[in-house]
């Protein structure tokens, strides 16, 4: 019986680290990431937490904007303008979802792109396209930790048939953006996708990000295939909050190599971001 890969974040994001950590210790001094964060929404206390947490651990500085679920957006755009002058804060993010009534990308295009650790300013999103990765870029944290995934656990990328569930600015596009640099052939599915099963069963690298639990199952994929959940959704199980994803681990990991939620790009994510942040540090010290 074959053994297929559980594809853990744990020791990739470690990886990661450890490497940003001796870069920002040859720094005249840490370097800063500032959080912004609206409101009370659970999970994203729980992200934010994990990120100060992680960041200090290897030596970059944080600091954190709290703010009020019904805070006008010209407000918000007042502490970013803000962030984007004061010297001593590196990168920033935003932490995402925003309040409805607050238009996420006006905001984003707000952020300075060499203080855009999230990597969600348009001028960023195009160099993912233009496929320019140079030293005042700051690409997506999440689509860089899925590649990170890939290339740790020898995904063969090179003209494979990579299949993307998901449309998202933030993960489905640039991600697929970064596979096509790699020499996949990309396919993006989504939500209007009809017979999705027919795309996902030809797929040697699938990357599921629809925000739909337990929609890939075992039958939907290829024997052998590298499959990473990037589907992050809080339910209620017997009465306990879990996150779940988007594929039936318990039974896709006995047909393919897969990512678990959590575990899997969660710990990326949070390791690229900072890894983004030393990177500002850096191009900052160099100006």
Do not use: W
Request: glycine share 8%; aromatic share 4%; proline share 6%.
């Amino acid at each position: 019986m074959i053994m297929y890969k559980i594809i853990s974040g744990k020791e990739p994001a470690e990886e990661v680290l450890r490497e940003i950590e001796q870069r920002a210790k040859k720094l005249h001094r840490k370097p800063m990431l500032g959080i912004i964060v609206i409101g009370e929404y659970k999970p994203s206390q729980i992200y934010v937490k994990r990120k100060i947490e992680t960041a200090t651990r290897i030596g970059v500085d944080t600091e954190v904007h709290r703010l009020p679920e019904e805070i006008e957006e010209k407000e918000l755009v007042a502490l970013i303008e803000k962030l984007n002058q004061d010297k001593k804060v590196d990168g920033y993010i935003v932490q995402t979802p925003l309040p409805h009534h607050i238009n996420n990308q006006h905001v984003f295009e707000k952020i300075d792109p060499h203080k855009d650790v999230d990597g969600f300013h348009p001028r960023n999103m195009g160099k993912v396209l233009l496929n320019v990765f140079n030293e005042n870029m700051f690409p997506p944290a999440t689509p860089s930790g899925v590649m990170r995934l890939l290339h740790h656990y020898g995904a063969p990328i090179d003209g494979a048939n990579a299949v993307v569930i998901g449309r998202s600015n933030i993960v489905g596009k640039p991600v697929a953006m970064m596979l096509l640099h790699h020499n996949a052939t990309i396919t993006i599915c989504h939500t209007r996708t009809h017979e999705l099963a027919n795309y996902t069963r030809n797929a040697d690298i699938l990357i599921v990000a629809a925000g739909n639990p337990g929609l890939i199952k075992a039958d939907m994929v290829k024997e052998g295939a590298y499959v990473i959940d990037v589907g992050t959704t809080r339910v209620l199980v017997e009465g306990k909050d879990k996150v779940v994803g988007d594929v039936d681990f318990e039974n896709v990991i006995k047909k393919a190599h897969c990512s678990p939620v959590p575990g899997g790009v969660g710990p990326m994510t949070v390791a690229m971001l900072i890894a983004n942040t030393v990177k500002a540090a850096e191009y900052h010290s160099k100006r």
